[in-house]
Structures are given as structure tokens and as C-alpha cells.
């Protein structure tokens, strides 16, 4: 008798398999690409919006105060750790939400920022979770933290709808990834600066991205580094206006001018 093995988390196939881990995967690979850098100042993450389009309200992003609602892909999980994550957006937010919620408990109970590892480890037991109950589904979306903290400094961490966790110097999720990891080991070096690390990853973005032309409507990005004066990390999610101005730094800015957020 034939048995649907996919049609519960908790069932395994013969083979060993959870099918309905592998096919949250697969839609991962499908979103829009998140890419990161580990450089020795600091960690540089990018990523492709794929909700683009002529009738988007993005006046409060171009005024400086919030993103209009046009960022998708970039946030801030506390003030020493940005999340950069692919797959379904809406399942993004619940876990954003529970990142946010924990870093904040944590500095409540200790007085400190969460380590980067940590947050990583409490996402991690969660969506692993979602995979061993019957009657839920795994969360469909991939996670890179991009963070900084006073024992290891700056690191870059990967999460998947498993549960598994890993560290890296340099990784990219969602679509075109087996790509951008070929680039990625070309061209990293143990010893790159943020600048370098922010022109390598938007040459990588330029050629793995879906659109045929870079411009801020169609990516995101953000750095992390540390302010030397106040002795803290600073976490910066850059707005369409400074994604031009790189990618016009880098000669990767579009020509068609029409379309170009001033």
C-alpha cells in the first residue's frame, strides 16, 4: 500500500528523509538571493527584492524616515546583530519577531547584548521544533545574522528550516546560490577590509542577480561595523538614495536614468 511520506513533518521516509524539510528548502532556493561577506572590520550583507514595482509608496523611505514598507529582506534583530533572510517573508516576520523578542530578554536578565551564536542557538531550537510535531509545518525561510559581539567579534551565521546552524567567512541563500558560492571562493580573502568586502559583494550580486541591472529598487544591503568612539557595534541598513550612490562608487549603477531613485 502506498504511504504519502511527505505529508507529515514527523513521518520519515524509508530512506531516512523528511520530505517536508527538503521542500521548504527548495523554496528557499527559489526566493530572491541574500548574500554575505565576513571581513575583519565588519560584515556586509546584500540581497535581492524581488517586490519591486512602479506603484510601491516608497516616499517615506526617500524622506529618511522608514522604508515605506519596501523592505522585505533586511532587519534589525538587536542593536549588535542584522537578520538577512530568504523564503516566504510573512514566516520571516514571526521569527524576526521572536529574535527581537529574545535579544531583548536577554539584555533585560543580563545587562548585555546577546551573543551572536546564542540568538542563533534560541532560532534554531525553535524551528527545529517545527519539525518534530504533528500538525505544523516548518518555517519556509533561511536566515544569515550577520553580528558582532566582545568574545569572537565579527561573525556570520547560517540558519535553515531544519534547525542547523553554521558559521561562515563568506555564504549566499535563495536563488543563483551554487553560482555565488563559486564566485565567493575566487575572489574571498582571509584579510578583506568592509570596503573591499562591499565592492566584492555587489560585483557577486551584479552577476547572480535575476535582473539584468542593478539599482536600490531591486536590492537591499547593510553593514555592520564598530564605532570606535562609542566602544559599540553600528548596525546600518542603507536606504535606496546610499544604494545608488555605492553601486554608482562601484560602476555598477544603471544607465537608464528614468528609473533611477534620486
Known amino acids: ?4 511520506y511527505d505529508s507529515r513533518t514527523t513521518i ?11 521542500y521548504a528548502m527548495e523554496a528557499i ?3 530572491g538571493t541574500v548574500l554575505g561577506v565576513l571581513a575583519k572590520d565588519g560584515v556586509v550583507l546584500a540581497a535581492e527584492k524581488r ?3 512602479k506603484l510601491l509608496d516608497l516616499s517615506s523611505a526617500k524622506e529618511g524616515g522608514g522604508y515605506g514598507g519596501s523592505g522585505e529582506k533586511m532587519f534589525l534583530l538587536n542593536s549588535n546583530v542584522i537578520g538577512g533572510v530568504a523564503g516566504i517573508t510573512s514566516d520571516a516576520n514571526s521569527l524576526v519577531n521572536y529574535a527581537r ?4 530578554q536577554h539584555l533585560l536578565q543580563y545587562n548585555d547584548d546577546i551573543p551572536v551564536e546564542l540568538l542563533a542557538q534560541r532560532l534554531c531550537d525553535m524551528k527545529q521544533g517545527y519539525t518534530q510535531f504533528g500538525g ?3 518555517f519556509g525561510v533561511s536566515l544569515l545574522y550577520a553580528g558582532y559581539d566582545p568574545h569572537y567579534h565579527f561573525q556570520l551565521y547560517h540558519s535553515d528550516p531544519s ?3 553554521s558559521g561562515w567567512k563568506a555564504t549566499c541563500i535563495g536563488a543563483n546560490n551554487g553560482t555565488a558560492q563559486s564566485l565567493l571562493k575566487q575572489e574571498y580573502k582571509d584579510d578583506l577590509g568592509v570596503e573591499e568586502a562591499i565592492g566584492l559583494v555587489l560585483r557577486v550580486m551584479s552577476k547572480t542577480m535575476d ?3 542593478l539599482g536600490s529598487e531591486k536590492l537591499e544591503f547593510a553593514v555592520l561595523t564598530y564605532d570606535q568612539v562609542a566602544k559599540a557595534p553600528k548596525a546600518k541598513i542603507y536606504k535606496p538614495a546610499e544604494i545608488d550612490a555605492l553601486l554608482r562608487a562601484e560602476g555598477l549603477a544603471k544607465k537608464d536614468e528614468d528609473t533611477e531613485m534620486k
Open 29 to 31: 532556493s527559489h526566493a
Open 51 to 53: 517586490v519591486t514595482g
Open 12 to 22: 520519515f521516509s524509508p530512506e531516512g528523509r523528511l520530505y517536508q524539510i527538503e
Open 163 to 165: 534547525g542547523n546552524y
Open 136 to 138: 505544523l509545518r516548518p
Open 101 to 104: 523578542t529574545v535579544a531583548q
Open 211 to 213: 535582473s539584468t541591472t
Open 1 to 4: 500500500m502506498a504511504r504519502r
